[in-house]
């Protein structure tokens, strides 16, 4: 699989698509815009000579009848450009639901949806996707976790007017399911499903808040545990950092306390830079990490992936502060002292030479830069 052109590339499927494309260092996809749907020539030249289309282009949430039309048009849209490629793609994969024909509109139209595209004369792959949750999901459209993670994030609490059983499957698993990415990643292409209520999701959500306020680790005892506070840590970035440090000072001198777990494993090591040293420039998918520096004077500077915005924090060790690395952006940290700088750091799991988890990209060569103060 050499070139693969994506439709609805700037969602949430799509842009966690992109990430996992580049971890598994895959060439960038052409991406399909809504402009180029509405126009078949156009549609047709981004698609010929294509190995491999993902069709996640579609609508969820508005008006009944926009959302039945809308996936069905979509879908059409698509199989008339694919009739005037030249060299067509032979595989369209459809991220489909497992809600399609379930006689809302919404399933009717995701069903449509994949009729047409079954009738388009390529090989297509219908893909039903359950519920899906991860970083950087868009609160009252994408999914119940993004909205409930939002809503702790700022303050709030999230009420339950009905409580049911969930299917949650995390986005880069159904990311790798529809590239058929080979499973020896921290991801799991046989989408393994989360199953609780939506009850039980507020209240493990709210409990993951109210240890991070103080600065503290959760329990994250399984894959899912992990994914999820990455998903509710995600809707924290970058407002809630640098998250303060407890310190305790006597006559001998002062203790703080950089890391405080209530459960599962971790790894804790620190490194000295010299002046101008820099440390990271890459990126993780499941991973937590922190950074506390205890001596010197960093920058840390991160970006997510795929954009361009670069958030920047100044850190010293005289007011020792951490920063948690969210999933999926680039980071780095800067000795930008004149003294030799001392960092701690902290991963919830202990390094695997196998499965990594550590993906090559540099922070720089973006647009815009924004800075955040320490606090």
């Not at 009905?162 to 499973?183: I, N, S």
């Not at 001198?253 to 000295?272: D, M, N, R």
Request: net charge negative; glycine share 10%.
């Amino acid at each position: 699989m050499t070139r693969v052109a994506v439709t609805g590339g700037a969602g949430f499927l799509g842009w966690h698509v992109r990430v996992l494309m580049r971890a598994l260092g895959l060439p960038d996809p052409v991406l399909v815009s809504r402009a180029d749907l509405a126009d078949p020539d156009a549609l047709a030249a981004r698609l010929d000579g294509a190995d491999r289309v993902l069709h996640l282009a579609g609508v969820n949430r508005g008006d009944p009848a926009e959302v039945a039309d809308g996936n069905a048009r979509l879908a059409a849209a698509l199989a008339r450009g694919l009739a005037r490629c030249a060299a067509p793609p032979p595989t369209v994969v459809y991220a489909n639901s497992v809600q399609a024909g379930n006689g809302t509109p919404y399933g009717d139209g995701k069903a449509l949806a994949a009729t047409t595209l079954a009738d388009a004369g390529v090989d297509l792959v219908d893909v039903r996707l359950p519920n899906l949750y991860g970083e950087h999901g868009r609160p009252f459209y994408n999914s119940v976790v993004a909205t409930f993670c939002r809503l702790l994030a700022d303050g709030s609490r999230p009420e339950v007017h009905e409580d049911r059983e969930l299917d949650l499957v995390h986005v880069t698993d159904a990311a790798a399911h529809l590239l058929g990415a080979p499973a020896d990643g921290g991801w799991d292409a046989r989408m393994p499903a989360l199953r609780l209520g939506v009850r039980e999701l507020a209240g493990r959500l709210a409990g993951y808040a109210d240890v991070y306020r103080r600065g503290e680790l959760p329990p994250l005892p399984d894959r899912h545990a992990v994914r999820l506070f990455n998903t509710y840590r995600s809707h924290c970035f970058p407002h809630h950092y640098p998250l303060p440090l407890p310190r305790h000072a006597d006559p001998r001198g002062e203790l703080t306390e950089v890391v405080k777990s209530h459960g599962g494993q971790g790894q804790t090591f620190c490194s000295s830079s010299h002046p101008g040293v820099v440390r990271g420039e890459h990126f993780h998918l499941a991973k937590v990490e922190r950074f506390a520096v205890v001596r010197g004077s960093a920058e840390i500077a991160l970006r997510r992936v795929g954009h361009d915005e670069v958030v920047r924090f100044a850190v010293s060790g005289d007011r020792p502060v951490v920063v948690d690395m969210p999933t999926m952006w680039v980071h780095k940290i800067t000795n930008v002292g004149a003294d030799e700088l001392l960092t701690l750091f902290w991963t919830n799991e202990v390094f695997d030479p196998a499965r990594p988890d550590t993906y090559r990209e540099t922070v720089e060569a973006e647009r815009v830069a924004t800075a955040v103060a320490a606090r």
